[in-house]
Structure formats: structure tokens, C-alpha cells
């Protein structure tokens, strides 16, 4: 497995295989955004970084194999899923760095992207489903806690609900290619929360 | 000349335009399924469908122009909103027929291949979303009957109620590259239609 090397800013000793890693993936992010995954090469990406061709090839295999270690990258820096004390608080939190992060110029763009080449590529297809099951486990925490203080019913399936919050905004960015506000988040929780509450997310036969 | 190869169905008295026209979008289809939206070049169009190149380009200009129109015949061909009685039902249906063209192999392949382009060709993405406005729009007609029923509160917003139904298909379709199955599409009939009848879609300010 590779090193950690979530050093966006700071190199530590002994760093050379994380720096040439970090420059790799910022190249690659640069690229995706620039010219989608279609317009992505690996001598780009290597002259782009800096970074001799054949550590490229050797290192990462394809332009998929960039794209993987990009979405792996980007989910070991997401945020731990919010702990506000309120299960609206953390829904909310979550809809809106879901909302951050579409509407954010690059990573935006970087999303699209992949969303993309999943349409047409199996590895990139596997890195976005890998990055959206992290994501989805992560902040499904904040769900059971909810549970735990007694604000939503016993056997609520927490996966259920992040992805129910999440589905509004992205259906609209990448299918129906409607603005994605504030609004929309806010309606989005507001909406999951009546159904939560009312045990529509309870998985069947969860009873104790 | 351009001849079409073959029309997709009846071919009415004067309506060779109307031929070359269901040849051409037909083998667009094709190309898209195969190749996606960077794999589509007019020339394999025009020679796909058996029609000179010059009135393909001609007519349709580029091949985003070729996806406008095939996604504007998609639109054409697709039913009316479902009126079975219910809102219940005719929610169903409207996530029954979205899981019948996603998980059909050539519309759902369609899909997903303009949803690539969409991320990256402008014109590409107006015509997704009209696509999408249209569709929106007429089930939010079944919403609409709901609410003269009194099945659902006043002011109830329907193309909200609609896009909730589809999101979360959508979302596992494309986003998160899960399963779209039956379940899937009752779950969130069955989550939109508590968050509805509690009020959670009536537009802010909508009472009379």
C-alpha cells in the first residue's frame, strides 16, 4: 500500500515518494478539470508534475489508475462526518459540504469529471463507488448517534438517509442540470427529516 | 443522394424528411451506446444511417446537435404522466418507468452517455435539461390531480415531489454506481409520499 501522504502543504523526512505522489494527483487533478477524463494522458500528467514518465506508468498503470488514487486521496481528506448534538444539525452539515464541494470550481469540475468517466470506465467507475461508500459510512455515524439519543426510531438505516439528503443535489448537477443552492440542501434535510422521523428509513424486520 | 437504410416503423405518404430524419437519430443512438458522446463523429452518423454526410451536417451542424435532437425525439416518444387513481400509484409508475429506461440496455447506455457529455459540452447540457424540464413537468401533473383529490396538502410543489421520486435512482445510477432495483424505486416512492403528505413539498407562502 502506498504512504499516507495527505501533505497538501508540509513535506516530512523521508516525504520523496509522498511529495512525487502529491504532485502526481495535483497534476491529475488539474488535468481532469481542464480537459475531462477523455483529455487525460500520462505524459501530461508526469510533465505537468514534474515527475519522470516512466515513475508515472510504473506508479499508477493508467490514467484510471490515476483517477483511483485521486477519488482514494480526496476520501482520506474529506471531514469525519459533524457531531452538532442534533441529527438536523449534522444533516445539514452534511448537505452543505456536499453543496461546498459541487459547487466549489475544481473539485466541482473534478467530480464531474470522474462521474463522467464512470459512464465509460470500469476502474473509474469502482474509485467513485469506493469514495461514495466511504463517504456514506462516515456520515451514516452521525445517524446512529441520532438513534442512540432517541431522536429517530430504532433500526433507521443510516446509509439510507445520507444518500437520501445527498440524491437531490447531485441529481440536479449532473441530470437535470438545475442550479444546486443552499435552498435545495436546506429542503433536502428538511424533507429526509419528516420521513426519518416517521420511520421511512426503517430497514424492515430490524426490530429487536 | 442520402438514402435511409430503414425507418423504425410506418412510413407515412411525403415523409422523407421524416425517414431521413428517425435514420439518422436511430444510428446517433447507436453510435452513443458504442462509442459514448467522444466516440460520436457525424461521419460514422451519416455512414451508420445510410445518409450523405453533407445533410447531416447540414441539418443537425455538429454532433451536440445530434444529441439535442435525438434527446428532444426521446422526449416526444416518452408517455404521459401516469393516472391511475392514486398518488401512490402514479408515483410508482413515474419510478417504475425511470427504473425501466436506466436499466434498459440501449436508453439506459443513452442516459448515461449524455449525462458524460453534459459535464463537458454545453449544448449537450441544454439539452438534458430540457429533457428533464419536460419530463418534470408533465408528472407533476399527477401531483397536481393528487392535490384536487386532497390526497396531498394545498401548494404542494409536484415537480418537487417528481424530482424527489427520481433523485435517489439517479443518484445510484451515476453517482454512486449502485444497484437501481424495484426496492429502490418503492423505497422512495414510500419516503417522498410520508415527506409530501406531511407537508414538507408545500411551497412557502403557497395558501390562498
Known amino acids: 500500500m502506498e ?38 494522458t500520462m505524459d501530461q500528467v508526469a510533465a505537468r508534475a514534474g515527475v519522470g514518465k516512466t515513475t508515472v506508468y510504473r506508479r499508477w498503470g493508467s490514467r ?37 464541494a459541487v459547487t466549489d470550481g475544481r473539485l466541482g469540475a473534478t467530480f464531474q469529471a470522474v462521474i463522467a468517466a464512470a459512464t465509460c470506465d470500469g476502474q473509474a467507475e469502482n474509485a467513485l ?19 442512540k439519543r432517541g431522536e429517530l426510531p430504532e433500526g433507521t438505516d443510516g446509509a439510507e438517509v445520507v444518500r437520501a439528503v445527498s440524491a437531490p443535489l447531485y441529481y440536479r448537477l449532473v441530470v437535470t442540470r438545475e442550479p444546486v443552492t443552499r435552498e435545495v440542501a436546506e429542503q433536502s434535510v428538511a424533507r429526509t427529516l419528516v420521513a426519518a422521523r416517521a420511520g421511512a428509513f426503517v430497514v424492515p424486520g430490524s426490530g429487536s
Open 3 to 40: 504512504q499516507p501522504s495527505r501533505s497538501a502543504g508540509t513535506v516530512r523526512p523521508g516525504g520523496r515518494t509522498a511529495r512525487v505522489r502529491a504532485a502526481v494527483l495535483d497534476a491529475t487533478q488539474d488535468e481532469l478539470v481542464e480537459y475531462g477524463f477523455h483529455g487525460l
Open 64 to 100: 484510471a489508475g490515476l483517477v483511483t488514487d485521486l477519488m482514494s486521496e480526496l476520501a482520506d481528506q474529506s471531514s469525519s462526518h459533524a457531531d452538532t448534538g442534533t441529527i438536523e444539525g449534522d444533516l445539514l452539515a452534511n448537505a452543505v459540504s456536499v453543496l461546498n
Open 129 to 147: 463507488r469506493a469514495f461514495y461508500q466511504r463517504r456514506i459510512t462516515e456520515w451514516a455515524g452521525a445517524v446512529d448517534l441520532a438513534v
